[in-house]
């Protein structure tokens, strides 16, 4: 079993930047099966980013250029840095695998709400 625990949501303002983190323990060994997702109110959870096989950044159409995943393999920890934030990214905030097949449960998530 995995266990996620997410952290860094807050309220900012729109234009504004947050720093996410993830610290994943269990079995578990490194980071690069692991993503972020969010789940709007109202809306379905989407994936967010993830690493590719290069070890990358993949990111949603919808935060291409404004997002940046990034991690600590040692750590087993995985960042979301997000900057000029626009008012449709309130949402929750989860990491976990990158596969739905591979996600057993979701952990409490980090809200982050952009507002002015």
């Known amino acids: 079993q995995v266990q996620f625990v997410e952290s860094g949501g807050g309220l900012v303002q729109p234009g504004g930047s947050l720093r996410l983190s993830c610290v994943a323990s269990?079995?578990?060994?490194?980071?690069?099966?692991m993503a972020w997702w969010r789940q709007a109110p109202g809306k379905q959870r989407e994936l967010v980013a993830q690493f590719s096989s290069g070890k990358v950044g993949m990111y949603a159409n919808s935060v291409q250029g404004r997002f940046t995943i990034s991690g600590d393999n040692a750590a087993i920890t995985i960042y979301l840095q997000m900057n000029d934030l626009k008012p449709e990214d309130t949402a929750v905030y989860y990491c976990?695998?990158?596969?739905?097949?591979?996600?057993?449960?979701w952990g409490q998530g980090t809200q982050v709400t952009v507002s002015s």
């Open positions: 976990n695998f990158n596969l739905l097949a591979s996600i057993r449960s």
């Open positions: 269990g079995e578990i060994s490194g980071i690069y099966n």
